[in-house]
T-cell receptor, first 116, second 109 residues
Framework: NAGVTQTPKFQVLKTGQSMTLQCAQD?????MSWYRQDPGMGLRLIHY???????DQGEVPNGYNVSRSTTEDFPLRLLSAAPSQTSVYFC???????????????FGPGTRLTVT | GIQVEQSPPDLILQEGANSTLRCNFS?????LQWFHQNPWGQLINLFY???GTKQNGRLSATTVATERYSLLYISSSQTTDSGVYFC???????????FGQGTELSVKP
């Protein structure tokens, strides 16, 4: 299994440009999430999905869109990039462990985005 | 929402020393994970431990869910242990983790 994969690894955008960060997982996990990590901070949840066709907002959703048309893929779209979106973006997937209501998350390698 | 506090914020050790990192959380949780973020930025799963004790080599973790804290023990530290250690907690829905601010560990040779 490749686990959770993200592309691209690095990206530089100009203010106002749009782009899509790709995330895929091959573990058949029902849950997928996007986080951002700013310098010196922990990760903050942007959006998450509990299954194909179902998404919801996390702590910091403004400026980002998501969709989940398949179990495997969960792209994150920046419609009009702003310097405040300069960050490292992590995608994660999770599954239910053998115990009820317990979910272990696995993270991709991250995408480092700079908006100038 | 749930608050997660980690201590200490940073720690410097000599190679071979032991350390204990702490994670306090403000509400009951169904999920708790410890991660190591290495100097290249990768997040590595260390433990999935909503309760109880687990050990993996030189690392072990204990979560006392009723008292809302978790501890990560690192014994005989090595320079490769350097990086940031994060505690993250979640409720009864998958896909949502709340992270602490992390403990930055530096192990000197």
């Amino acid at each position: 299994n490749a686990g959770v994969t993200q592309t691209p690894k690095f990206q530089v955008l100009k203010t106002g440009q749009s782009m899509t960060l790709q995330c895929a997982q091959d573990m058949n996990h029902e849950y997928m999430s996007w986080y951002r990590q700013d310098p010196g901070m922990g990760l903050r949840l942007i959006h998450y999905s509990v299954g194909a066709g179902i998404t919801d907002q996390g702590e910091v959703p403004n400026g980002y869109n998501v969709s989940r048309s398949t179990t495997e893929d969960f792209p994150l779209r920046l419609l009009s990039a702003a310097p405040s979106q300069t960050s490292v973006y992590f995608c994660a997937s999770s599954h239910q462990t053998s115990r009820d209501r317990e979910y272990e998350q696995y993270f991709g390698p991250g995408t480092r985005l700079t908006v100038t | 929402g749930i608050q997660v506090e980690q201590s200490p914020p940073d720690l410097i050790l000599q190679e071979g020393a032991n350390s204990t990192l702490r994670c306090n959380f403000s509400d009951s949780v169904n999920n708790l994970q410890w991660f190591h973020q290495n100097p290249w930025g990768q997040l590595i799963n260390l433990f999935y431990i909503p309760s109880g004790t687990k050990q993996n080599g030189r690392l072990s973790a204990t979560t006392v869910a009723t008292e809302r804290y978790s501890l990560l023990y690192i014994s005989s530290s090595q320079t490769t242990d350097s990086g940031v250690y994060f505690c993250a907690v979640g409720g009864n829905q998958g896909g949502k983790l709340i992270f602490g601010q992390g403990t930055e560990l530096s192990v000197k040779p």
